[in-house]
């Protein structure tokens, strides 16, 4: 078989909704939990040089704030396992259903995978017995978790729910700092507003992020608009709105997830193979 015939296989056999799914996933995460970590960091910074002099004042946050850096490490070590299982998951249950509407080929990759509901070959001399056989018992191990499309449906249906929660929750630093743009614009503008300069501020104990106690605690006039022009609250800005933008990614390819497995556990549903194949 050529080398051209063998790719032409391949690709018939391959999920392009979970390929395309994964790669929107893994760049999905990588941007949230990137950016989202620097821009905590410097959200941090811009509290404790401008808004705040007391360090008891912003010790909660602080707390708060680290304690969300180490669950974004979490959640990009978790995200990139679970992607990669959901893709083979995805190469699993297509290769069944196109095998159901005969328009499959076996190719290696599937013939690996099959082994777990029919057996691989095996080879010749006990060298290629032992390889068989050493295959056979890690496809069927992987079988053993790839072979409940009904769980991975319910999973991915509960993390999807879980991710909606952290989508609404990444539109709040930018809100925030959009609201706190907004301002500036109307002080480097003034005759955009009818309100004096002076009134003008951007209060952090407004949005509860330090406490109505603490002092200053907001920022108002020329002092604000000089805040928004140093790049450490441009470059915040822009990675709150990365990391937004990350977050709706990878909540766009969990739901693709979700509708790819759902569909190929109703086909294996209906045409009679169960939940276990």
Not at 39 to 58: R, V
Not at 72 to 100: D, H, K, P
Not at 263 to 271: D, E, I, R, S
């Amino acid at each position: 078989m050529g080398l051209l015939e063998c790719c032409a296989r391949c690709l018939v056999g391959a999920p392009f909704a979970s390929l395309v799914a994964t790669g929107l996933c893994f760049f999905g995460v990588a941007l949230f939990c990137g950016c989202g970590h620097e821009a905590l960091t410097g959200t941090e910074k811009l509290i404790e040089t401008y808004f705040s002099k007391n360090y008891q004042d912003y010790e909660y946050l602080i707390n708060v704030i680290h304690a969300f850096q180490y669950v974004i490490y979490g959640t990009a070590s978790f995200f990139f396992l679970y992607g990669a299982l959901l893709l083979a998951e995805g190469f699993y249950t297509t290769g069944a259903v196109r095998q159901i509407f005969g328009d499959y080929k076996t190719t290696i990759c599937g013939k690996g995978l099959s082994a777990t509901v029919t057996g691989g070959q095996k080879g010749r001399g006990s060298r290629g017995q032992h390889q068989a056989h050493s295959l056979e018992r890690v496809c069927h191990c992987l079988g053993k978790w790839l072979g409940h499309p009904d769980k991975f449906v319910g999973i991915t249906y509960a993390l999807t729910v879980v991710w909606l929660l952290v989508f609404a929750c990444s539109a709040i630093p930018v809100y925030i700092y959009f609201n706190t743009w907004t301002t500036c614009q109307s002080i480097a503008f003034p005759s955009k507003t009818s309100a004096s300069i002076g009134s003008l501020c951007a209060d952090a104990r407004m949005y509860g992020v330090l406490p109505w106690n603490s002092f200053p605690g907001k920022v108002c006039g020329s002092n604000l608009l000089s805040i928004c022009k140093t790049a450490e609250f441009q470059m915040t800005f822009h990675l709150f709105i990365a990391a937004f933008v990350g977050a709706a990614a990878t909540l766009v390819s969990l739901l693709t997830f979700m509708i790819a497995a759902t569909y190929n556990f109703a086909v294996l549903k209906l045409m009679g193979r169960g939940t276990k194949f």
